[in-house]
DNA sequence: TCTGGGGTCCTAGGACCC
DNA sequence: TCTGGGGTCCTAGGACCC
């Protein structure tokens, strides 16, 4: 028995737990920069705010119709979702968190003689008394009919947000009833194919045979249409170590200079230089792309990317920002009107197995000196102890002009309740 | 003026080997 | 007219997810 569990509108609803003054108020969650809504409460979906709504175009109607507006707080849904995966992980043998705000939780045949009403109740009420967040818990035999079970928990009122599929004429009328466009693993592409073909549930997609499906829309598609069967095919899966690490922005202002692009690719280096050290991984090597802004089709559009290899494996900051740079300045053009950058580092490894190189390494100073930068960063505040080629100035500062507070994560920014 | 960020997995095709 | 067969490795790009 699988179970997935996800949170409902999570970023919204992180909000609303900080701000028990809006519950019934419409809430939007926006995207880096302001940009655009990335989360909404079940009262703004009601006003019919698409997801991705860009703000600049929505602000007028949020002010007209009190939808009140978050910049994304990201520090503290990670918080939120640290407590509620570790409160869920508590009800199964076998776990795996799926994404920020979703788990798929799995018993094996001797452990699942359960009543899935009752534990996904239990589960709800956990949950909402030590997070004061809603959740919605949908079971199948399968991961993917766990997926489908959840949708309908969350879309029929009187379900209480718990369903299970648990019998195969549950598993039918679930089928019959899902659009083949919202099934999880069918994209935009192969929803439109799939369409023009006839098939509009998910049941007509069970009813294709395998040759087709394979040759369409290869092995994923398969294994999908097999978990649609109730065959359990794809598997829990806990990955701890990430496979490649990004740190992307878009920018306030375009950006014309290599300097400030050399700013910003640095910056953006040792933040993943950071995040490999946190679990423990080198990378070996590190891609940089920059853009202009695709929105705008009157200025010249330029995009690149670049894939540096290292010399050595590493994870100090000092230098995958060195390489970084390197790869911008070859693909560095001027007269563009930079918007957003990126680096990404590839080829990750453990590093407690570190391949020396014969002839060039990484300088073993900088492990303990990474250490030691992580450690009063840590203490004393991200981005205390900064490269020289860093933002010194802060100029660069991102949009954010609706922030809450870091409520959970920071003891200056704790809550104060008058009684 | 203003439009996000961070991931995974698979496949086709090229370059190479014997 | 006819032009082998069987592999590996790597990369870019596509499709998908939240």
Redesign the pocket.
């Known amino acids: 028995m699988f179970a997935l569990v ?1 949170c409902n509108n ?1 970023y919204a609803s992180c909000e609303r737990v900080f701000r028990p003054d809006l519950a019934g108020k419409p809430i939007c969650v ?4 302001d ?2 809504v ?1 989360s909404r409460s079940d009262e703004a979906r009601a006003l019919k705010v698409p ?2 709504a ?4 929505w ?1 007028a109607f949020f002010r007209e119709n009190g939808v009140h507006v978050f910049s ?1 707080n990201f520090p503290l849904y990670g918080d939120m979702s640290n407590r509620v995966m570790t409160i869920l992980g508590d009800f199964s043998p076998e776990m795996e968190v ?5 788990i798929f939780l799995y018993w094996p045949d001797e452990e699942a003689g359960f009543d899935t009403q009752e534990l996904g109740t239990a589960m709800r009420t956990k949950v909402m008394q030590w997070t004061g967040l809603p959740i919605s818990v949908g079971f199948g035999p399968t991961k993917a009919l766990a ?1 489908i079970a959840n949708r309908i928990a969350r879309r029929f009122p009187q379900l209480d947000n718990v369903y299970a599929i648990d019998s195969e004429e549950k598993r039918l009328k679930a089928l019959k009833w899902m659009p083949i466009a919202e ?9 439109k ?1 799939l369409q023009r073909e006839g098939i509009v549930k998910a049941y007509d997609f069970t009813q294709l045979t395998d040759y087709w499906v394979r040759k369409n829309m ?3 598609g398969l ?1 999908l249409k097999h978990d649609l069967e109730g065959k359990p095919t794809l598997q829990i ?1 806990d ?1 701890q ?14 950006y014309t200079e290599l300097e400030q692009l050399k700013e910003r690719i640095t910056s ?1 280096a040792v ?1 993943c230089a950071e ?1 490999l050290r946190q679990q423990q991984s080198d990378c070996s ?1 590190v891609m940089v792309f920059i853009h202009t ?1 695709w ?2 089709d009157s200025r010249p559009q330029y995009s690149q ?1 670049i ?1 540096v ?1 290292l010399p050595f494996p590493t994870n100090s900051g000092i230098e995958i920002a060195k390489f970084a740079v390197q790869g911008l300045e070859q693909i560095f053009q001027p007269g563009y009107f930079y ?2 950058a ?1 680096v ?1 580092v590839h080829e990750l490894t453990p590093t407690s197995q570190r391949q020396m190189a014969l002839f060039e390494n990484s300088d073993p100073r900088h492990d303990s000196l990474m250490r030691s930068v992580d450690r009063i960063n840590r203490h004393f505040g991200q981005q205390k102890v900064r490269l020289a080629s860093q933002d010194q100035k802060r100029i660069w500062k ?1 949009r954010q002009e609706h922030l809450s507070k870091r409520y959970t994560t920071n003891i200056a920014e704790i809550m104060t309740i008058k009684a």
């Not at 860009?54 to 175009?57: E, G, I, N, R, W």
């Not at 099934?183 to 929803?191: D, F, L, Q, S, T």
């Not at 990430?242 to 920018?251: M, V």
């Open positions: 996800d999570f926006l995207s880096n920069n940009g655009c990335i997801m991705a860009p703000l600049f175009k602000e994304g799926y994404s920020i705000d979703e997926k099934v999880w693993g069918i994209g935009r592409k192969h929803a194919r290869a092995v994923i294994r899966d990955i170590q990430k496979r490649n690490i990004a740190i992307t922005r878009s920018f306030d202002v375009n953006f933040a995040k090597s802004n929105y705008n990317s894939v290899r918007k957003k990126g990404i991102m």
